[in-house]
């Protein structure tokens, strides 16, 4: 199972980011501030690290440069709130292997990760996701209900992904709207109804069962 360090002051934006990841099979460690994220990174045996540039005690700058210094080849996401060219440079030039503005989507953070991991086995072992004869593939980004082949827009594949990776589970629509939408929605919104209405016409109605004042559900159809 591959570790991810996350380096991220804002409690909120930390807790969004390793739910998600460990919903997706990851193991995380979480610290919020620069000098014990540099201390967490000298120790080993991390996969990837997410860092925020704007840390306590030490800045993700720093921290970035001083891993770099010391010899520390792993892959680093750089998460910032600010997104200017010299900083986007800034980050890039100091070591890191991407770079991400806040807000930003889960899902598209989880594909950045998945991209830059370098276990191959395990990332081929998580490329396929089913459910009965309901299969997904995240590295061809094709769908199939049986032998047929789904067009899904980028937002309905990752709604489907979601329900794949909780199978039989009662998700909420706040549980929905953090890991595809992100941590910056609105809970008033109905874009998660709009969406599974969308997903039940193209996978069948009835794989996904409306729990009333809880949420949806995936049904595992043989």
Sequence with gaps: MSRVLIAEDDARIASFIGNGLRAAGYSTEHVSDG?????????????????????????????????????????????????????????????????????????????????????????????????????????SRRARVGADTIDLTAREFALLEVFLRHPDQVLSREQILGHVWGYDFDPASNVVDVYVRALRNKIGSHRLETVRGMGYRLRVVD
Excluded: H, W
């Design 35 to 139: 000098l014990s994220a540099l201390e967490a990174a000298r120790g080993g045996g991390f996969d990837m690290v997410v860092l925020d540039i704007g840390l306590p005690s030490m800045d993700g700058f720093d921290v970035l440069y001083c891993m770099r210094g010391e010899g520390i080849t792993t892959p680093v996401i750089v998460l910032t709130a600010r997104d200017s060219v010299s900083d986007t440079v800034s980050g890039l030039e100091g070591g890191a292997n991407d770079y991400m503005t806040k807000p930003f989507q889960f899902a598209e953070l989880l594909a950045r990760i998945r991209l830059r991991l370098v276990d191959d086995s395990a990332v081929a072992s998580e490329n396929l996701l089913a459910a009965g004869d309901l299969r997904l593939d995240l590295k």
